[in-house]
């Protein structure tokens, strides 16, 4: 695994690409950008026909610059870093700190890209390439970025740990529809990596991310909880959920007589028959935890939310 590392000291789990993942795909965007630089070039060579040698010229220049340098430069800004040949070869962009990468970061490395791939044929990228620990070319080191594979085994892939048996079933009511993707794919990384932190570190860390969701949900978190067992039972809450939801779908949730499953509703009959389904077939996965549960008495001492943050359980 690579050994990047976030501010708040986080180990992510980002494999760099190596040399033969990053040439194929380089090979790749290659083939199909000058495939479209030729095409265009046919074009306007028939359109510039009637123009004199430096307008010839000129025209020349700016296709070759918004083909060849521009294009990429855009399609990795759009994508966040995923270009057709790296989409070809499961790789992504990132910048060194693992989030997507921006304009400026795509900007330096198709700058420099003209240097150490298209002006030099690769050899300079290469070189740069197996030298770096990371297999990184100039234009990576320059823009701080790394090329990872998006791709890994499952057996790769930890899995979060579960949280408390007491805290099961607490955030049912709780809407994290304002969540972004990306806390929760922090959130992950710091569950599954936690144990390798130091413990000053993963606390400020684990209250840092659960203020956060307790700003993105507007509900204050139970009083004694954890920081780092309140975010293990919110991720459970949401895996739950879409357990639900995925399990719904399979199994026919919308058709006619049969029960919504945690809010996804019914679709009416077209012809108007609908089938008796047994309750057991629409039930959720046994693996699942229960949309509500009884009240549980909070085994720190009694209820006294704040708004937001959180304090060691004494």
Same mark, same amino acid.
Request: net charge positive; hydrophobic share 45%; aromatic share 4%.
């Given at each position: 695994m690579s050994g990047l590392v976030t501010g708040d000291a986080v180990v992510l789990g980002l494999q760099p690409a190596r040399l033969p993942s990053r040439a194929l795909a380089v090979l790749i965007d290659l083939v199909v950008v000058w495939a479209a630089y030729l095409l265009i070039s046919l074009g306007l060579a028939v359109a510039t026909a009637s123009l004199d040698e430096a307008a010839v010229m000129a025209v020349s220049i700016a296709s070759f610059l918004l083909v060849l340098v521009g294009a990429p430069i855009a399609v990795e800004t759009l994508s966040h870093g995923r270009s057709l040949?790296?989409?070809?070869?499961?790789?992504?962009?990132?910048?060194?700190?693992?989030?997507?990468?921006?304009?400026?970061?795509?900007?330096?490395?198709?700058?420099?890209?003209?240097?150490?791939?298209?002006?030099?044929?690769?050899?300079?990228?290469?070189?740069?390439?197996?030298?770096?620990?990371?297999?990184?070319?100039?234009?990576?080191?320059?823009?701080?970025?790394?090329?990872?594979r998006e791709r890994i085994p499952a057996a790769r892939v930890l899995a979060v740990p579960p949280p408390p048996p007491w805290l099961v079933g607490r955030f049912a009511g709780l809407d994290l529809s304002a969540v972004p993707e990306a806390l929760w794919l922090e959130i992950r990384q710091y569950l599954t990596r936690s144990r390798e932190l130091d413990p000053v570190v993963g606390r400020r860390l684990a209250e840092r991310l659960a203020?956060?969701?307790?700003? /993105?949900? %507007?509900? *204050?978190?139970?009083? &004694? +909880? #954890? @920081?780092?067992?309140?975010?293990? !039972? $919110?991720?459970?809450?949401?895996?739950?959920?879409?357990?639900?939801?995925?399990?719904?779908?399979?199994?026919?949730?919308? /058709?006619? %007589?049969? *029960?919504?499953?945690? &809010? +996804? #509703? @019914?679709?009416?009959?077209?012809? !108007? $028959?609908?089938?008796?389904?047994?309750?057991?077939?629409?039930?959720?996965?046994?693996?699942?935890?229960?949309?509500?549960?009884?009240?549980?008495?909070?085994?720190?001492g009694e209820s006294s939310a704040r708004p937001t943050g959180f304090a060691p359980p004494a």
């Open positions: 040949g790296k989409m070809a070869c499961g790789l992504r962009v990132v910048r060194d700190d693992g989030g997507p990468i921006r304009f400026r970061h795509a900007l330096v490395r198709g700058a420099m890209g003209v240097v150490e791939i298209l002006m030099t044929f690769g050899v300079v990228a290469c070189v740069a390439s197996l030298v770096s620990e990371r297999g990184r070319r100039l234009g990576d080191v320059f823009a701080g970025t790394l090329v990872v203020d956060e969701v307790v700003t /993105r949900t %507007g509900t *204050p978190p139970p009083a &004694g +909880v #954890p @920081a780092d067992a309140y975010l293990a !039972g $919110v991720v459970a809450e949401r895996q739950a959920r879409d357990a639900r939801k995925v399990f719904a779908l399979g199994m026919g949730a919308g /058709r006619p %007589g049969v *029960p919504a499953v945690s &809010g +996804v #509703p @019914a679709v009416p009959s077209v012809s !108007g $028959v609908a089938g008796a389904v047994p309750s057991s077939v629409v039930a959720p996965p046994a693996s699942a935890p229960p949309v509500s549960s009884p009240p549980v008495v909070d085994p720190v």
